[in-house]
């Protein structure tokens, strides 16, 4: 297990194309020693910083559908890990709330999220799984998945100028 780098883009350039951030991951399809290990490390990145809830192997440099999520309080839960999730069924009811991504560092910004999803995905064994979320678990696992679609919040905002500053990455 390692901690990685994050791969974070410059204020100013979250709308880069060109970044490993944007490319399409592919599905996982070996249940292998090199999976396992990429887990571990996606855990340990993300258990590193104090403020992540969630993190996606392109963060990480890695272009595979992982992505691990822990929104306990001070993570004192274990994460859930998701290979290739899918996201099945969407609320009609969305809401609109702020998000931050750890790649895109120092700014929040509003996007528009289902209240309630059902997401399948395998977990690290390979077994099947299914999951209902709601609220800021829906909305994170939203988040991740977009990561492995190349995807970052940003792009979803309905106006990307409209980022606002916050303090909270300091120590991140
Ligand atoms: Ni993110």
């Given amino acids: ?50 403020i992540a809830v969630g993190l996606a192997a392109p963060q990480i440099g890695v272009s595979q559908r992982v992505c691990v999520i822990n929104v306990s309080k001070e993570k004192k839960s274990d994460a859930i890990v998701l290979v290739n999730p899918q996201i099945v ?17 120092h700014f929040r910004g509003e996007v528009e999220r289902p209240v309630k999803i059902r997401v399948t995905y395998m977990d690290r064994s390979g077994r099947a799984q299914s999951l209902r ?32 500053p916050v303090d909270f990455f300091k120590d991140a």
């Fill in 89 to 105: 069924e969407r609320s009609h009811k969305a809401e609109r709330k702020k998000e931050s991504c750890m790649s895109l560092p």
């Fill in 1 to 50: 297990m390692s901690i990685k780098k994050l791969i974070q883009l410059d204020e100013g350039d979250f709308g880069n194309k060109e970044t490993q951030l944007r490319i399409q991951s592919d599905p996982v399809l070996m249940f292998d020693e090199a999976l396992d290990k990429l887990i571990n490390d996606l855990l340990e990145t993300l258990n590193r910083h104090a």
């Fill in 133 to 164: 979320a709601e609220g800021f678990l829906a909305r994170v696992i939203c988040h991740e998945v977009d990561h492995l679609d190349g995807v970052l919040y940003v792009d979803r905002m309905d106006n990307p100028n409209r980022l606002e």
